[in-house]
């Protein structure tokens, strides 16, 4: 108690704003909800919002960890578009609800976004003088890794589970190099394409093994364990003919076929926009390549520089049997089997 100048006994200002803020809370801290009632607000949360969610306090950060796997299912792969006003914020659009939401990042002012793994923007500077920056736009855990001695175009992180003890693998923007660096290396190895007059077109993690598709049709296994290998591992029956080798547009070649997996499918697709796609499912035991028409309940994703097979779309209003593919304008668009 304190006595004010009229000498009137009062309540001192600290103790009265604690009262107040108590009467306010209910007698209960809002870092001090149950966690099942947090995780049952994070869950209808959209990515930025879960983001944001997750750096309010320890408990929040704690149940938003934990649902981070539930949010990011319960939602379509969202477009990533850099902003052109700012060198540091990226703009994640949802095609279906066409929401944009932004989300702030360290600069990437002089580097090129050149691909999308496991979570991971890569990205490499111009100048060639910066490392290879690779950085999760929702979690902002960031990977470094040494200046390529060429311009990738495409680079995949070997171990998704552990990305901070991963090896990368890319390929040159020429696609006629196969390049990696593991983290016991001191430079990176490069392999020229395994046959003349060949491309490399995609790479891809399955089982924790690295597959290494060429414009032939044919798919190699990467091996870079100490006794660095690449071997053949599957052979299209389909001849060649069956693959437009390369896109030109903007003065610039990109491969048209591509891998895809998904559990214990590993797929190989033939996709141009506007005409009708080539899937081929790859069937382990034989090592040969199966025409198949159709993706069951399942949907696949095309951009530029990244692809996802995502099985039961409908839970996000989706379509099964369904490939969504970005034009060369970020025009969003559907191709129904």
Not at 32 to 39: A, R
Not at 69 to 90: C, G, K, M
Not at 160 to 165: E, F, G, H, L, Y
């Amino acid at each position: 108690m304190t006595k004010r100048k009229d000498g009137v006994a009062g309540i001192d200002d600290g103790a009265l704003k604690k009262r107040i803020t108590i009467e306010k809370s209910d007698g209960r801290p809002w870092s001090e909800l149950p966690m099942d009632l947090l995780g049952d607000i994070s869950r209808k949360l959209n990515l930025v919002d879960h983001l944001a969610f997750g750096g309010v306090c320890r408990s929040w950060r704690m149940s938003a960890l934990a649902s981070e796997s539930d949010v990011i299912a319960s939602q379509p792969p969202p477009v990533v578009l850099p902003s052109i006003s700012a060198d540091n914020v990226l703009s994640l659009y949802n095609i279906f609800e066409e929401n944009t939401y932004q989300i702030e990042l360290p600069t990437f002012a002089s580097k090129d976004c050149c691909g999308l793994s496991s979570g991971y923007l890569v990205f490499q500077d111009r100048t060639g003088q910066d490392e290879l920056w690779l950085i999760n736009p929702i979690t902002r855990h960031e990977l470094k890794f040494p200046t390529p001695p060429t311009n990738i175009s495409h680079a995949t992180i070997t171990s998704p589970t552990t990305p901070s003890d991963s090896s990368i693998v890319a390929l040159s923007k020429d696609f006629v190099h196969l390049l990696f660096y593991r983290p016991s290396d001191d430079k990176w190895t490069i392999y020229k394409t395994p046959e003349p007059k060949c491309f490399y077109a995609d790479i891809i993690v399955f089982k924790g093994q690295v597959y290494v598709l060429t414009c032939n049709g044919k798919i190699w296994n990467l091996r870079i364990q100490s006794d660095a290998s690449l071997t053949l591992f599957a052979v299209y029956d389909n001849p060649v003919r069956c693959f437009t080798i390369l896109r030109r547009f903007s003065f610039q070649c990109r491969p048209n076929v591509f891998l895809v997996a998904l559990d214990d499918e590993l797929m190989m697709v033939n996709f141009l926009v506007f005409t009708r796609p080539k899937i081929f499912k790859v069937d382990l035991e034989t090592r040969k390549g199966v025409v198949t028409n159709s993706l069951g309940d399942k949907a696949l994703f095309i951009a530029d520089m990244s692809r996802a097979l995502i099985s039961n779309p409908t839970k996000w209003g989706g379509h099964n049997n369904c490939i969504y593919a970005l034009d060369y304008f970020s025009t969003p668009f559907m191709f129904f089997l």
